[in-house]
């Protein structure tokens, strides 16, 4: 396998997206766990937490922020203490959703190693982690509401504060 790919949509604009990922008041919300966030470059990225009987522990102290753009990307040279102790990389993206409505932001995580293809132990362990998280951060922000293409067309999302 080459990366894992996930990807949530979410009721919000990219700035309020960007900061559930990069503030840690916000972070240990949704992760229910210890999180450190030094958002420049070079700057700490870690979180430790468990996922419990949905998903793996993780440990990512060690990590480091490789670049950022407020509210379009976040990089992170992700270290793993837990699993296997390997460098990977970690991107996300931050887009709008595909409507005229500011107030969806669909976040695309892309993870890989640093030097080669993941092993499938690897993409397993790490699908389900981070699909784990990305269903956690939806049913924090969206509580039960998957957002699905139809509903990027309803006129009340528009000017929402969901």
């Keep these: 396998m080459q990366f894992v790919h996930e990807s949530v949509r979410l009721a919000c604009d990219a700035n309020r997206a ?4 990069t503030r840690p008041e916000m972070l240990e919300k949704w992760v229910s766990g210890e999180c450190r966030v030094d958002l420049r470059l070079g700057g700490a990225y870690g979180i430790k937490a468990d996922l419990g009987p949905d998903g793996p522990a993780f440990d990512t102290q060690g990590s480091e922020i490789c670049q950022y753009e407020r509210e379009k990307t976040l990089e ?10 390997a460098s990977y990389n970690l991107l996300v993206r931050f887009m709008p959703c595909r409507s005229d409505t500011e107030f969806c ?52 999302l528009r000017g929402s504060s969901f």
């Design 105 to 156: 932001t669909e976040l695309h995580l892309m993870f890989k190693h640093q030097d080669r293809m993941l092993e499938q132990d690897e993409f397993d362990v790490y699908s389900k982690l981070f699909g784990g998280l990305f269903e956690r951060l939806r049913q924090h922000v969206n509580k039960d509401w998957v957002i699905r293409d139809a509903d990027l067309s309803l006129s009340w």
């Design 76 to 85: 992170v040279s992700w270290r793993d203490s837990l699993h296997t102790g």
């Design 18 to 21: 960007f900061r559930f990922l």
